[in-house]
């Protein structure tokens, strides 16, 4: 039952038939665990935490930099050399009070992924690593747990949902090991307004697979910042993949 100030704060989401009472209480009793606390996840983060998902898990290791500040929304020059994490986790909850906040300082490995996915309705890959997607992927997989990642550099970004119990393909498929490293927002620079495009649109995503409406599973979206352009493909299930082909595989 939403309280009296609930009912005001929420009121744009419960005035949309498409989320209405029912499902800001959905929102409310749902945890989403967010991986990196950069450019894709400030945004993110901030409007799962302003439309009132119910407890947050926020994961990163590092500390804020002059650099970060042209893109990464939560932080101010005050935050220089201070964790990213706890500053994030402090403006949550100063936008939002009503959401259960836990921030944790460390990096996301293969040791201790597993601890965190599992009690998460949902992730979010907010990470500028591919090393660390790999074992976001894996862990997501290996659990069960859908998984919305993205990325961002230059004028371009992507984002896919991958649900682990269906059969299209995942974030090994889509960069196999043996593909090079791309190019990241650290060395290749990155528009802002476009990790702020990318992140906002996983936290859409994230609404609505909370509210219990369709995803675009396994589709790869990308969009092109200097075109104003948003492009769709299917990824299928690699054969070969060691995480979601072959014998691993799910059907939808």
């Known amino acids: 039952m939403l309280t009296n100030d609930q009912l005001l704060r929420y009121s744009s989401n419960i005035l949309m038939s498409e989320i209405g009472e029912a499902g800001q209480q959905y929102l409310l009793n749902s945890h989403v665990l967010i991986i990196g606390l950069g450019g894709l996840g400030c945004p993110a983060s901030q409007y799962l935490a302003s439309s009132g998902i119910g407890e947050l898990t926020l994961v990163d290791h590092d500390t804020v930099s002059l650099s970060n500040l042209q893109r990464q929304t939560l932080y101010s020059s005050d935050d220089k050399g201070l964790s990213k994490v706890r500053q994030a986790g402090q403006a949550l909850s100063r936008l939002n009070p009503d959401v259960r906040i836990t921030a944790i300082e460390q990096a996301a490995t293969e040791e201790n992924l597993d601890a965190l996915v599992k009690p998460a309705d949902l992730v979010l890959d907010c990470t500028d690593n591919r090393d660390v997607r790999y074992v976001i992927n894996q862990s997501c997989y290996r659990l069960s747990t859908p998984l919305i ?89 690699a054969i070969s993949c060691p995480v979601c082909g072959g014998e691993n595989a799910h059907s939808s």
Do not use: M
């Not at 609404?207 to 990308?222: C, D, Q, R, S, V």
């Open 149 to 237: 990642s993205a990325a961002a550099r230059g004028f371009k970004g992507q984002l896919i949902a991958l649900d682990p119990q269906r059969s299209h393909g995942c974030y090994q498929c889509l960069y196999p090991s043996s593909v090079k490293e791309p190019l990241n927002c650290s060395n290749a620079g990155i528009a802002a307004p476009v990790v702020g495009i990318i992140g906002a649109s996983q936290a859409l995503l994230a609404i609505n697979f909370l509210t219990e409406h369709a995803l675009p599973w396994g589709y790869l979206k990308t969009f092109d910042g200097l075109q104003q352009h948003w492009q769709k493909l299917y990824l299928p299930p």
